[in-house]
């Protein structure tokens, strides 16, 4: 039978603590950089809550508006007459 030589490994490599592996940062770093942004989204959308608009019919709070309203009910009517074929 062959013998197998043990080539000396260098210690340097096998004896480093798992932070100091860069693959490790690309693994963990990427879904906890995502988590810490969820909490951030969700801590504005805590902090600055959008304000509830009344949709009610015929209350136009702006001038402006009124176009939008107008498309918004014109869009929810049924048409009047039958289109020609």
Same mark, same amino acid.
């Given at each position: 039978?062959?013998?197998?030589?043990?080539?000396?490994?260098?210690h340097a490599?096998?004896?480093?603590?798992?932070?100091?592996?860069?693959?490790?940062?690309?693994?963990?770093?990427?879904?906890?950089v +995502?988590?810490v942004a @969820?909490?951030?989204? %969700?801590?504005?959308a805590?902090? *600055?809550?959008?304000?509830? !608009?009344?949709?009610? #019919?015929?209350? +136009?709070?702006?001038? @402006?508006?009124?176009? %939008?309203?107008q498309?918004?009910? *014109?869009?929810?009517?049924? !048409?009047?007459?039958? #289109?020609?074929?």
């Amino acid at each position: 039978m062959s013998q197998v030589e043990n080539k000396p490994v260098a210690h340097a490599e096998q004896s480093k603590p798992w932070w100091r592996y860069p693959i490790v940062w690309l693994v963990v770093g990427g879904p906890a950089v +995502v988590v810490v942004a @969820s909490f951030i989204t %969700a801590a504005l959308a805590i902090k *600055h809550v959008d304000p509830v !608009l009344d949709t009610s #019919a015929g209350q +136009v709070n702006a001038p @402006s508006e009124a176009p %939008a309203i107008q498309a918004r009910n *014109h869009s929810a009517e049924q !048409l009047r007459q039958p #289109a020609d074929r």
